[in-house]
């Protein structure tokens, strides 16, 4: 009940200062739409841009993937060594 009166109070005062205030009103509203306006659009701007840059990279060739299987097959042996060393040193610490 309290929330509905404030808001009938608030209602009644803004139009009672939208009457008495009317050219300032209209003075702020004329000053603020068009920063409004640049803000909108440089964001506008940004967001296309960006999903521009998006599809660009969607349409980038894949690169070469032998290249990717010789790294992949270098890797899987030099792991595989290492656990062969690390296998030989369980064995050696457990002897002593």
């Given at each position: ?16 200062g ?9 003075q ?46 270098k ?20 002897t002593?």
């Amino acid at each position: 009940m309290k929330t509905l009166i404030g808001g009938a109070i608030g209602a009644v005062l803004g139009i009672i200062g939208l009457s008495v205030w009317w050219k300032p009103f209209l003075q702020l509203l004329a000053g603020a739409i068009p920063v409004m306006l640049l803000l909108g659009g440089g964001l506008a701007l940004y967001l296309g841009f960006d999903e521009l840059k998006d599809s660009w990279k969607k349409d980038e060739p894949v690169s070469d993937t032998a290249f990717q299987n010789d790294e992949a097959e270098k890797y899987k042996k030099e792991v595989e060594e290492l656990k062969k060393e690390i296998e030989t040193l369980k064995s050696e610490k457990s002897t002593k």
